[in-house]
């Protein structure tokens, strides 16, 4: 095709284009008027529906003030003579009828000859005679027992139109004795048409429909009330015929206006309502459009003319440029790649790097810091022991920056990710609840839980990091308040759906943060102020991950604080709500048949509210003390009324005026020592502080709790503490036999702790079975190489030197080639990222740590049935120990050891359990040295694995804060958390010194030699 041709066939293209556009243009116009028309019509309707309503509304009101006064008034009251007598009472409850109704001018009564005796506004309306208005003439004469409404008259009394709705009063004979009248002001109508939106020439009018008379109109016209519609007119057509609602466009016979109206017809009163909006204003807004749109489309068809021609010209030209551009962008793109690339790496390495040097810088501080700590302990002058103080604070600070480095480097190159696992926030709030105890110290501060009793028990999140969170904001809180209270609060603000959003708020009474600072403390490395750098120390990371790590969760972290007033962390988590497990209901047992009555006494208002909170969300019913005094007082009363004495006294230590040592001696003066309550001391100070008591002091105390507590942590002392006052129960009677369930079986326990090795064999013998013992993975994977005989199931621990189990289970996998035999995990890691791992690894099942005796035999018979070999299986119920082979163990005498609980695990066997118990104890001794020697060393890994075998050894032997005690100190140690070995060892010492106390006090009074 030549240029000739390509040229007109463009130009025919283009034509037929620009007609097209033509063409949409006239349809959008014409489509727009159209839309115009119908916007007017809907604003109109929609106007005269309101003005209907309103006054529909106004009749019916006045009508009913109408109806009633011309039934209440008494004929009495209608005679001149009776006037003084009545008026005061009389114009007063027209008063009060006028409140808060605007239409209504006023209420008026005249009688017969038409003389205004009552009025609604009687202090300034002069006595005028009505007898000439035709609303008094047509009540006197006319026969009609509703009201009537007058034509539009200028008021006597307020000289503005206004319309009477009016209503004669009669006797009991029907004699006329004069008329109850209601003035409704035109004016008010005028004001509210004004008010709607009907354009600058819109109208709006009541007409009547029995007269064709107009009774107000916006704009006013001057002398239209008596002026009729003229016949012929549009309205006054639609009026007549009665229609409820219509509209229609026509010229106005009053201004000549056209407008778009819309009718609507009053259902009870004889009253049209008229809304108009001028044709004029309706379409303004069309026509400028229009207008617009005409000539910019003439215009566009213009320059596209000249456009077309110029393209024609330059396509050439665009060509070549356009495959250059393609070059210059597919160079640019393979620059840009690489230069993404490089960027990759060089973040990647940075976070390596950060890793790396963390942990690498990790080893050597911590050896500095246990050096300092040996060297504390050395013969040193006051110049040099003030040295080493500064230097050890100095190098634990920079381990802690260290920590929050290395969060921060996780979080910022996307490798920290939320592990979603059932957890129940009981548990996490009684491990938070030992951390933040240690860090108050000597302060007089309290640290209080709030915890809604509606909160579900299990939840599905990272319990791990909401713990990091909660420790982070409390650890501030006790580190910024010098004295008042730190107080956690967790409140369900919905739950539906399985879905439960939590609200935590971290309040203290601390030194507050001014407004300028607020924005900057989330920031890396920032703190409210730069003073608090050299006064409080810290690196300024833990908000800045704790406002992280709640987004990762889902939240937002959020202030609100007052210079010297304190601060408030807030933030939301919406966590799924888990099923419960299987677990039987709280056994009568378990909590106590009858409602306790307890007294509940703390000095300081938020702790007393809050603990007195737990007590009553058991069902127990609750008396609080705010002193010593008042709480003597309390005592003193019941006894002089002869009342049963409390069951139960939370009793905080210290006090202003008497403490709660003091106020524990006075409650034992009052009362006998059988109608002594329980007591238990909850308290801020640690356990340590307990033992500097004398001992005479600690007999008289059931129990003792470290602030911050839970509910669960009350209930828990609270049944412990009564369980100890309870005699002790009898020997179970002897059974009939052993169980033997796993009689014919032989099993292989890899194990590198000698106490679980006992245990193990122990149990699993006790059940029939054979059982070798290999110290590690290595020696449990030659077991199985060597054994003549198959064994039909392995027990592997996880945590092992050498070998671990999920190392030594893939041997017995692929190298001995074993696929069939049962590898079961037996580990204290019990949560179920555990399991998987476990599984993933290659294992065939998982028991946790304490071993449950019933729980093990069951595990083992779902893979391995003894009758398979053609060895009978006693599948009984496990029985307990016969009484003349086992001594009687009590409950712990503090709520620190569990013995019910071990007992269980074991299947009744006493006998076994005070072996265990003399075992563990030996180990115990040891344990807080070899700890110690661990962390000041440096090797934090041994020392993760010594705190692990402890926690479940603990459990074992039902030592349960040393079991969690362990647990906490292994999970902060794994996750490299921001704990200094100073804290840890203390904390492990503390407890593992309460459990010894415990476990031996059981051993001396119950097994003879011990």
């Not at 006597?156 to 319309?163: C, L, N, S, V």
């Not at 730190?486 to 609200?503: G, I, W, Y």
């Not at 210079?563 to 677990?583: D, I, K, N």
Request: neutral net charge; aromatic residues 6%.
């Amino acid at each position: 095709m030549d240029k000739r041709s390509r040229i007109i066939g463009a130009f025919g293209a283009f034509g037929a284009g620009a007609l097209a556009v033509i063409a949409l243009i006239a349809y959008l116009i014409w489509s727009g008027y159209e839309e115009a028309i119908r916007l007017a019509e809907t604003t109109s309707r929609n106007n005269a529906a309101l003005i209907e309503t309103r006054l529909d509304a106004t009749f019916r009101r006045a009508e009913a003030h109408v109806l009633e006064l011309a039934h209440a008034l008494p004929v009495a009251a209608l005679s001149k003579a009776a006037v003084a007598q009545h008026a005061a009472a009389i114009d007063a409850g027209l008063d009060v009828r006028r409140v808060n109704f605007p239409e209504l001018v006023g209420l008026r009564v005249f009688d017969a000859d038409g003389d205004l005796i009552y009025s609604s506004e009687s202090k300034t309306t002069p006595r005028v005679n009505a007898a000439d208005r035709d609303y008094f003439r047509q009540s006197r004469d006319g026969a009609q027992p509703g009201v009537f409404f007058s034509a539009v008259v200028v008021s006597r009394i307020t000289g503005r139109p206004a319309m009477f709705i009016a209503r004669a009063v009669r006797d009991g004979q029907g004699v006329f004795r004069g008329v109850v009248s209601a003035s409704v002001e035109l004016e008010f109508f005028q004001k509210l048409f004004q008010s709607l939106d009907v354009g600058a020439q819109g109208a709006i009018g009541v007409f009547r429909s029995d007269t064709f008379t107009p009774v107000v109109r916006w704009p006013a016209l001057t002398g239209s009330h008596a002026t009729p519609l003229p016949p012929g007119s549009a309205t006054r057509e639609a009026i007549a015929a009665g229609h409820k609602a219509a509209t229609l466009t026509h010229q106005s016979p009053l201004d000549g206006v056209a407008r778009i109206v819309s009718l609507r017809r009053l259902e009870r009163y004889p009253f049209y309502v008229a809304a108009g909006i001028a044709v004029d204003d309706a379409l303004a807004g069309w026509r400028v459009r229009s207008l617009v749109v005409g000539l910019s489309s003439l215009l566009l068809l213009l320059l596209l003319l000249a456009l077309a021609g110029y393209l024609w010209r330059a396509e050439s030209k665009l060509k070549a440029l356009n495959d250059e551009l393609e070059t210059r962008v597919a160079r640019r793109t393979s620059e840009l790649e690489k230069a993404r690339s490089a960027a990759e790496d060089a973040n990647l390495a940075k976070s390596q790097f950060l890793a790396n040097m963390s942990h690498e810088l990790r080893t050597p501080m911590n050896a500095v810091l246990g050096m300092l700590e040996l060297l504390r302990h050395t013969e040193l002058s006051p110049a040099q022991h003030n040295y080493v103080s500064h230097a050890a604070g100095a190098a634990d600070l920079l381990l802690k920056l260290l920590n929050s480095v290395l969060d921060l480097s996780k979080i910022d190159a996307g490798k920290m990710s939320i592990d979603l696992q059932p957890f129940r926030l009981d548990h996490l709030l009684r491990e938070l609840s030992m951390l933040l105890s240690i860090g108050v110290g000597a302060k007089p501060v309290e640290v209080v839980f709030d915890i809604d009793p509606g909160m579900p028990r299990l939840l599905v999140g990272d319990s791990m990091c909401l713990q990091q969170v909660l420790v982070n904001l409390g650890g501030n809180a006790i580190k910024f308040t010098e004295r008042g209270e730190v107080v956690l609060k967790v409140e369900v603000l919905a739950c539906h759906d399985r879905q439960a959003t939590l609200a935590f708020a971290v309040r203290d009474t601390g030194i507050g943060i001014a407004p300028e600072n607020r924005a900057r403390v989330f920031e890396d490395f920032a703190q409210a102020e730069n003073s608090t750098n050299r006064r409080f120390g810290g690196t300024g990371l833990g908000l800045s991950i704790s406002r992280r790590l709640v987004a990762l969760m889902g939240g937002e972290l959020s202030l609100e604080s007052a210079l010297g007033q304190g601060s408030t962390f807030r933030f939301a988590l919406t966590l799924t709500v888990a099923a419960e497990p299987g677990e039987p209901a709280d056994s009568p047992a378990a909590r106590p048949s009858e409602t306790l009555h307890v007294l509940v006494v703390d000095d300081n208002p938020v702790a007393l509210s809050v603990l007195a909170s737990m007590a009553r969300s058991w069902g127990w019913q609750v008396d609080v003390a705010s002193g010593g005094v008042e709480a003597i007082a309390r005592v003193q009363a019941r006894v002089d009324a002869a009342q049963p004495n409390y069951d139960a006294l939370l009793v905080d230590w210290e006090m202003p005026g008497m403490d709660g040592w003091q106020t524990l001696l006075r409650v034992r003066e009052l009362v006998t020592p059988q109608a002594a309550p329980v007591v238990i001391m909850v308290t801020a100070h640690s356990r340590e502080k307990l033992l500097q008591r004398s001992e005479q002091e600690r007999v008289g105390l059931d129990g003792y709790l470290v602030k911050p507590i839970t509910a669960s942590m009350l209930f828990d002392a609270m049944l412990e503490a009564r369980a100890g006052r309870q005699p002790k129960p009898a020997s179970p009677p002897p059974a009939a036999t052993q169980p033997r369930r796993l009689a014919g079986l032989r099993l292989l326990v890899v194990e590198d702790n000698e106490l679980n090795q006992i245990i193990a064999r122990e149990l699993l013998a006790s059940q029939g079975a054979q059982v070798d013992i290999a110290a590690d993975g290595e020696q449990g994977v030659a077991a199985v190489k060597a054994a003549q005989a198959p064994y039909d199931a392995v027990l592997m621990d996880v945590q092992m030197p050498v070998m671990d189990g999920f190392a030594a289970t893939r041997a017995i996998r692929q190298e001995l080639g074993r696929h069939d035999l049962p590898v079961i995990a037996m580990t204290a890691n019990a949560m179920l990222s555990d399991r998987a791992a476990c599984l993933a690894a290659g294992m065939d099942d998982h028991v946790g740590k304490p071993v449950n005796l019933a729980n093990l035999v069951g595990v083992l018979l779902k893979h391995v049935r003894p009758v398979e070999r053609g060895v009978e299986s006693d599948m009984t119920p496990l029985a307990a120990p016969s009484a003349a082979q086992q001594p009687v163990l009590p409950t712990a005498p503090v709520a620190v050891v569990d013995v019910a609980a071990a007992l269980a695990a074991l299947g009744g066997d006493r006998l076994l359990y005070g072996r265990l118990l003399k075992a563990f104890l030996e180990q115990l001794e040891r344990a807080p040295d070899e700890l110690d020697r661990l962390l000041e060393g440096g090797d934090l890994t041994a020392a993760a694995r010594l705190l692990h075998t402890f926690k479940g050894l603990a459990a074992t032997v039902g030592a349960s804060r040393l079991s969690v005690v362990a647990a906490a100190g292994e999970s902060g140690l794994r996750r490299t958390e921001d704990r200094s070995p100073d804290r840890l060892r203390a904390e492990f010492r503390v407890a593992a010194g309460e459990a010894g106390r415990s476990l031996r006090e059981v051993l001396r009074d119950e097994v003879p030699g011990s």
